[in-house]
Nanobody
Framework: QVQLVESGGGLVQPGGSLRLSCTISGFSLDDYAIAWFRQAPGKEREGVGCISPNTGNTYYEDSVKGRFTISRDNAKNTVYLQMSNLKPEDTAVYYC???????????????????WGQGTQVTVSS
C-alpha cells in the first residue's frame, strides 16, 4: 500500500527554521520524484520544490530559493524539506507528493502526481 506521511509542521517565528519530513512506503525513492507543495487559505496549491529520482536533482519555486532545501535519505525512505528564514507568507499546509513519470519542466503541475500525503500545517507568526 502506497503511503506518504508528512510530519514536522508547527508554529515558528519569522526568521526561524523548520524541517518537514515525508516518509514513504509502498514504493521506492529511486523510481519516484517527490515534490513539496503548499496551500494557504483561499489560495491554490503551489509547488515549493522537487527532488528527482535517481540523480536527486532539485528544483525550487523562486520565492523559496536560497531559503528551502530538499534532501532525501533512501535508507529511511524519507524526503526532507529544510526551511530557513521563514516568512509569514510561508504559512500554509504543506504536502508531499510522488510522481512516477518525472518531467522536470512539469514538476509544478499537480496532475503529474500519483500519490499525496495528508499535509502538515506550518504557521509563521510572532
Amino acid at each position: 500500500q502506497v503511503q506518504l506521511v508528512e510530519s514536522g509542521g508547527g508554529l515558528v517565528q519569522p526568521g526561524g527554521s523548520l524541517r518537514l519530513s515525508c516518509t514513504i512506503s509502498g514504493f521506492s525513492l529511486d523510481d519516484y520524484a517527490i515534490a513539496w507543495f503548499r496551500q494557504a487559505p483561499g489560495k491554490e496549491r503551489e509547488g515549493v520544490g522537487c527532488i528527482s529520482p535517481n540523480t536527486g536533482n532539485t528544483y525550487y519555486e523562486d520565492s523559496v530559493k536560497g531559503r528551502f532545501t530538499i534532501s532525501r535519505d533512501n535508507a529511511k525512505n524519507t524526503v526532507y524539506l529544510q526551511m530557513s528564514n521563514l516568512k509569514p507568507e510561508d504559512t500554509a499546509v504543506y504536502y508531499c507528493a510522488a510522481d512516477s513519470t518525472f518531467v522536470k519542466w512539469a514538476w509544478t503541475s499537480l496532475e503529474e502526481y500519483d500519490y499525496w500525503g495528508q499535509g502538515t500545517q506550518v504557521t509563521v507568526s510572532s
